[in-house]
């Protein structure tokens, strides 16, 4: 086969090429192969769009759509400051062209660097699904369903990531629905949109249809959106939500059918069954990794019963030279947690008898909703579950000078430390930029930095919004 080449362009049907190295997945796994694996013959596999979940369907489009929900909720609530706005008008082609016109192109080009560039001369690029077929040993169809090649290795590694979770809805699959993977691509903007779940996913995208104008109908089987979050973060986003658009909590979702031209979604609630009249649904209950799709288990892999990956330290799979970084074996599913574990398996690669591990002590997440909600560490009940001892410190927007200026009165940090160290624990912050306010108390946890240092060991600009962390910080009562 031809070196830098698209995979099947001179190779017999059924053919057997070996490689030094093979990754499966062009997400993270894509960034692993530099010029320091130049000595290497090296085979990458993508069964979907080259770039992963993160570039294509994931978090760069939707944050793209989130900051244009978020202009378009301003005239909603800029009266309170005395600007008289009106949304008069949302071109939903526009925005959504816009958007894909950016990212299209940068993954059509990542393909085209890697089959064609001169610094990929040792590199094949395969567009299929790859299959473990023995051990070492993995099939690659090609996504028309025609070529075939088998290729072995001396090392894999697995960056196959994950796809959403489409649960068995009796008339779910009759009727039609929608995924994150196809929803920010529709025609035309629904007139009403049904959301089946409750968490990041159904917040982010419940937010953008309905800042856009959509009736949205977020249907949760939990009595709370977000109930991953800490439940005083959990609870207060769940109030604001359904001021925005309406949630159906403790509903089940039981019988998806087509009526006329419109979708009805029967629920089960404490207080009976209902009907619910939609134009589009999008089912946002998770990701499931996509371990299965590759028939790891032919190969030695283990997993876990929801299919992650098991790895160690390392990132190392139970076989030796088989690693897996990303979604198919992270319980986060988070893209700097898949590129983190990245550059470990890169090193651990380019240096066995030296290799590093993974630290994912302080990982951190954010929701894109409205308002935004960022974590970080333990919440109160698993401390109180773990029975770790913890003091709380608490801020409110409304009580910063910065929040006085945005009119924010729902919006609060809450940061927890060991009382007698002060160490932190967790931080959860809901309202205005809260993913970007968090970043100090995740430098703070992972450095080591105690509550008292932090607020009194630097300056802190007035008035800005990091002064919500500075006071939280100092609200909290230690020991010493």
Not at 290 to 307: H, P
Not at 312 to 327: H, S
């Amino acid at each position: 086969m031809a070196a830098g080449a698209a995979g099947w362009g001179t190779c017999a049907q059924w053919g057997v090429t070996h490689y030094d190295l093979v990754v499966v997945g062009t997400g993270s796994g894509n960034t692993i192969v530099t010029k320091q694996f130049a000595d290497r013959k090296v085979a990458i596999v993508e069964r979907g769009i080259f770039g992963g979940t993160c570039l294509n369907v994931g978090c760069i489009p939707t944050k793209m759509f989130v900051h244009t929900a978020d202009l378009a909720a301003v005239p909603s609530h800029s009266s309170r400051l005395g600007v008289d706005e009106k949304l008069t008008g949302v071109r939903w082609p526009d925005i959504r062209d816009r958007i894909f016109g950016r990212i299209d192109p940068i993954s059509a080009g990542g393909a085209e660097y890697r089959e064609h560039h001169p610094n990929n001369v040792n590199v094949t690029l395969y567009h299929g699904t790859g299959r473990f077929t023995a051990e070492r040993e993995l099939t690659v169809t090609a996504n028309d369903g025609g070529s075939s090649e088998v290729l072995t290795a001396d090392q894999f590694v697995l960056a196959a990531g994950s796809r959403p979770i489409v649960p068995f809805i009796p008339g779910l699959e009759e009727t039609g629905f929608h995924t994150s993977d196809t929803i920010m691509r529709l025609p035309s903007l629904p007139r009403r949109l049904g959301i089946i779940g409750s968490g990041f996913v159904a917040a982010e995208f419940a937010h953008v249809f309905s800042s856009l104008g959509v009736e949205v109908t977020l249907i949760a089987r939990s009595d709370r959106m977000l109930r991953h979050e800490d439940s005083e973060i959990a609870k207060r986003y769940t109030e604001l939500a359904a001021e925005k658009y309406t949630v159906k909590l403790l509903h089940e979702t039981v019988h998806v059918w087509r009526r006329n031209d419109a979708i009805v979604l029967k629920t089960l609630s404490p207080a009976g069954a209902d009907e619910i009249l939609v134009d589009e649904v999008l089912v946002a209950v998770g990701r499931t990794p996509n371990s299965d799709l590759l028939d790891v288990g032919v190969t030695g892999v283990e997993t876990e019963k929801d299919g992650r990956v098991v790895v160690d330290e390392y990132q190392q799979t139970a076989v030796e030279g088989i690693y897996a970084l990303g979604d198919v074996c992270s319980p986060y599913q988070l893209k700097h947690v898949a590129n983190h574990e990245a550059r470990v398996v890169q090193h651990n690669l380019l240096h066995p008898d030296d290799r590093i591990k993974s630290d994912h002590r302080y990982v951190p997440h954010a929701v894109f909703g409205s308002p935004q909600v960022a974590s970080v560490g333990l919440t109160e009940e698993e401390a109180i579950d773990q029975g770790i001892p913890y003091a709380v410190g608490r801020e409110a927007y409304a009580d910063i000078a910065y929040g006085w200026a945005m009119e924010d009165t729902t919006g609060f940090a809450k940061i927890l430390a060991d009382p007698d160290s002060g160490l932190l624990l967790g931080a959860h912050i809901i309202g205005p930029q809260a993913s970007t306010v968090i970043q100090p108390i995740i430098q703070a946890m992972t450095f080591g930095l105690d509550a008292h240092t932090m607020a009194r060991g630097q300056y802190w600009i007035h008035p800005a919004m990091p002064e919500l962390i500075e006071n939280a910080l100092l609200n909290i009562k230690l020991k010493n």
